[in-house]
């Protein structure tokens, strides 16, 4: 790449090499735009009449161009990408959804010296129209060659992000505490409602137990019956592991416990099962308060029928100190 002072006329096309500015001192037209006619009219109403642009040689290629491209082969799913200001390809949630992120590709795609992707963290809820990614290339161009092996890691890995649609979530919760069910009901109901909310959800089923096994198998058993996307257990107790009385009544009914113990603060006791698909969750002091913790970790994958797993729920530990 090159650059080069041409009359206005001859911009038309070209990348803007320096920013343009107004005798004001305002700044009239961005480094790197691809001037306009429209442009062409501003410039002579504030005075240009030369401006520096720059010269690409055969074997580069714009940089919106080559940010459009690696962000369209980089995204799946319920995306779309646009293009933003400073020739970034911006990718933007079509739905809402919960974001997926293949943190090994994005890794490779960043070494390439002449590109980065940036990216909400994995498993990160995202609404329509939020942006979740971004494409940024070095400045005008990038080389053709560079640019090409960017575009072949990303077809033979797949997309880095994806946005799976979180479509009509039925929550089901089953209050429980030693004394009287309703008694949890009453402590968490309201907390409940608002950790829901926020992931444009709401709990469609709703049973109270005393915190005993037969009991709680009974109403676990009832509730799975119901479908629900996760089913979540909110208890008043702190369990021991997946031998206490809420771990037994899971097993009680046949679910498979998956996890039990999340690396992060406050949620560390998190634990996870399935019943079939369907996620159980059992998150004792999650509840007490509306300030993220684990729970807020694992919903957004698991409303999205994402089936999360142990390997999964350890990576939150860089980053699971969350206050």
Do not use: W
Not at 130 to 149: C, D, H, N, S, Y
């Amino acid at each position: 790449m090159r650059t080069q002072v041409v009359e206005v006329q001859q911009a038309v096309g070209k990348l803007l090499s320096t920013p343009v500015f107004q005798s004001s001192g305002k700044k009239l037209l961005a480094k790197g735009r691809l001037i306009s006619p429209e442009d062409i009219r501003l410039l002579e109403s504030a005075g240009h009449r030369q401006v520096s642009v720059a010269i690409l040689d055969e074997n580069e290629v714009p940089e919106e161009e080559a940010a459009t491209s690696v962000a369209r082969a980089g995204s799946g799913g319920s995306l779309e990408v646009r293009l933003g200001a400073g020739g970034r390809a911006n990718i933007l949630a079509a739905r809402n959804g919960t974001v997926l992120v293949a943190e090994e590709s994005l890794r490779k795609l960043n070494l390439s010296g002449h590109l980065t992707m940036a990216t909400l963290p994995n498993f990160s809820y995202a609404v329509q129209g939020q942006r979740i990614g971004t494409v940024k290339t070095a400045p005008f161009a990038v080389p053709k060659a560079p640019l090409g092996e960017s575009l072949s890691l990303l077809e033979q890995s797949g997309p880095v992000v994806k946005l799976t649609p979180i479509e009509q979530p039925n929550v089901g919760v089953l209050y429980c505490d030693p004394v009287r069910g309703e008694r949890a009901r009453t402590l968490f109901e309201g907390i409940m409602r608002t950790r829901l909310e926020r992931f444009g959800a709401s709990a469609a089923f709703v049973l109270s137990s005393i915190e005993e096994e037969e009991p709680l198998a009974r109403n676990i058993e009832h509730l799975i019956r119901a479908k629900p996307t996760v089913l979540l257990i909110a208890s008043t107790t702190a369990p021991a592991g997946p031998n206490d009385v809420v771990g037994r009544a899971m097993r009680r009914v046949g679910c498979r416990i998956e996890s039990f113990l999340a690396p992060v603060e406050p949620g560390n006791l998190l634990l996870l099962s399935y019943s079939q698909d369907i996620p159980v969750v059992a998150a004792p002091g999650c509840f007490r308060s509306p300030r993220p913790n684990a729970v807020d970790l694992v919903l957004p994958p698991l409303l999205a029928q994402y089936p999360m797993t142990a390997s999964e729920i350890s990576a939150f530990g860089h980053g699971g100190l969350l206050h």
